[in-house]
């Protein structure tokens, strides 16, 4: 998880259009402080406002499939949202659409974006995760929510800062993970089979068994959906919680905090993890958030 994306063409666009030789992490982070000031919001921040600073004409709410998208009509700038998300799922994406209006042309060359999916923090795309990482800067602008975080945070923390900031879950972890102190990465688990199981079964499913010869699936384990901590060794997804780990109980149990291991990587953490389970299209998840502290950090 460590280090910064190599810039892609658009990106790399961004950076000449201002002249900028550092990561694009910070320029986004300051075009984002640049915008927050301009528009003197306070929180919980105002997204429509910012969108309208951005020449955005119109959000609207409706059913699609995408999380989002931002596209042209004539010489209106419009943002759809999925209608079926959540309030605090709709105001990050909202806040990611407003992003993508920061790198060059967008208007110039009428491009339209659609994004199935948002808040996934995927460091292989560049663009996304950049829109991502500023979608977080302006729902959780960084003073105010310096002011409110504790020096070691757990995720009972999160869950009450969400709610302050009316954020989702998963982008104020992520804003946690930027802000503290110490090293410390999210881990987003779901209960879900190894993907040679995943494998196995779509094969079973093609060649049925004989009749008394069938065999059940096997038991789902907690794996890892997606994980981020910029200075955190890297968690690699679909990984499995080790069995004797007090990790491995949190469903059963609705949550753990422990110094410890998990199995997802090597060494002790410092272990905050809660059941949150949530709908994800239409379907129920028993999603679990996991904070890891590196225990020797000093905050």
Same mark, same amino acid.
């Given at each position: 998880?460590r280090?910064s ?17 550092g ?18 919001v ?10 309208s ?17 931002i ?39 009428? =491009?339209?974006? +659609?994004?199935? #999916?948002? &808040?996934? !923090?995927?460091? @292989? ?8 990482? %500023? ?51 999210l ?46 060794a ?24 422990? =110094?410890?291991? +998990?199995?997802? #990587?090597? &060494?002790? !953490?410092?272990? @905050? ?8 299209? %239409? ?17």
């Amino acid at each position: 998880m460590r280090g910064s994306p190599q810039p892609d063409r658009l990106v790399r666009r961004l950076l000449d259009q201002h002249q900028w030789s550092g990561a694009p992490e910070e320029l986004v982070v300051r075009l984002c402080e640049e915008l927050l000031e301009e528009a003197g919001v306070r929180v919980p921040v105002d997204v429509r406002m910012l969108a309208s600073f951005r020449g955005i004409s119109a959000i609207t709410a409706v059913d699609q499939v995408e999380a989002g998208c931002i596209f042209c009509a004539g010489e209106r700038l419009l943002v759809h949202i999925r209608g079926s998300d959540s309030l605090e799922r709709q105001r990050f994406t909202i806040c990611h659409e407003i992003l993508h209006t920061f790198f060059p042309g967008f208007r110039e060359e009428l =491009r339209t974006r +659609t994004d199935t #999916t948002v &808040g996934n !923090f995927d460091r @292989s795309q560049l663009e996304e995760y950049l829109c991502d990482l %500023g979608a977080a800067e302006l729902l959780l602008p960084g003073e105010p929510f310096l002011g409110a975080l504790p020096a070691q945070p757990r995720i009972d923390d999160v869950i009450e800062l969400a709610a302050v900031f009316a954020a989702s879950l998963e982008a104020t972890a992520v804003r946690v993970v930027n802000l503290t102190a110490v090293p410390m990465a999210l881990v987003v688990l779901e209960p879900a089979w190894k993907l040679t199981q995943q494998r196995e079964l779509a094969r079973q499913a093609t060649q049925p068994a004989l009749a008394g010869l069938e065999v059940g699936p096997p038991p789902k384990k907690l794996r890892v959906r997606w994980a981020y901590g910029p200075q955190m060794a890297t968690i690699p997804k679909h990984k499995s919680v080790d069995d004797l780990s007090p990790l491995a109980d949190v469903l059963e149990r609705g949550g753990v905090d422990y =110094r410890g291991a +998990t199995g997802l #990587t090597g &060494g002790t !953490f410092q272990v @905050s993890a809660r059941h949150l389970p949530y709908h994800r299209e %239409g379907e129920p998840v028993d999603r679990v958030l996991v904070l890891l502290r590196d225990p020797t950090g000093i905050a």
